[in-house]
């Protein structure tokens, strides 16, 4: 019975392979990126793009195991419903509502220590793992959202 059991699993598991993930990056234009449009300091964006890219942008990295099921499905939840909530490859077409708004959720978000989602951090070795860098890059997304704010309003002075 058992040997059956574990037989059809190991079936079902084959089975499941042939069923992949789509790891194509949908066309993004680059001045439409958050690091262009925030002009973000070199130190900070590489920190970012390890910490948040694979999941809120275009510029998706898929390791091995995204071509292993079920693990692929579980992941690739996570990549689409990351890119909905906030996708920095996007960045420039967010109103400055929006892009305060989401700069204020960054910065709550790593602070709390929510983002990267742990199951992430787990697999990465990343420099947001170091107290220092997480605090940093939250000071960085709070000093947005007066930033982002403060750029619309000169742009509109200067239309006066
Ligand atoms: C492994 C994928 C993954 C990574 C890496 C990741 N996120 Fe997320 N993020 C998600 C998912 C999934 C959601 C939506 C579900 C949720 O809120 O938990 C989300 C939601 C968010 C939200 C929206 C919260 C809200 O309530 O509107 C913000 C802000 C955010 N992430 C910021 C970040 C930042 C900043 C980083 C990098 C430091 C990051 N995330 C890294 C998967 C990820």
Redesign the pocket.
């Known amino acids: 019975m058992l040997k059956k059991v574990i037989l059809v699993l190991v079936v079902l598991f084959i089975l499941l392979q042939f069923f992949q993930i789509d790891k194509s990056n949908p066309f993004s234009e680059l001045s439409n990126d958050f690091f262009q449009i925030q002009n973000t300091p070199k130190e900070l964006s590489a920190t970012?793009e390890e910490?948040?890219y694979?999941?809120?942008s275009y510029k998706t990295e898929f390791p091995w195991y995204t071509s292993v099921q079920p693990i692929a499905w579980w992941i690739n939840h996570?990549?689409n419903?990351?890119r909905d909530?906030?996708n920095f490859s996007d960045w420039g077409n967010y109103s400055s509502d929006k892009k305060k708004k989401?700069s204020e959720?960054?910065s709550e978000?790593?602070i709390q220590g929510k983002?990267?989602?742990s199951?992430?951090t787990y697999m990465h070795n990343i420099r947001?793992k170091d107290p220092k860098q997480r605090q940093l890059?939250a000071n960085y997304?709070s000093s947005l959202q007066f930033n982002t704010v403060r750029q619309e309003q000169e742009q509109e002075q200067e239309y006066e």
Do not use: T, V
Request: glycine fraction near 4%; aromatic fraction near 8%.
């Open positions: 970012i910490a948040c694979d999941c809120h996570h990549i419903e990351g909530e906030l989401l959720e960054c978000k790593i983002m990267p989602l199951s992430y947001i890059l997304f």
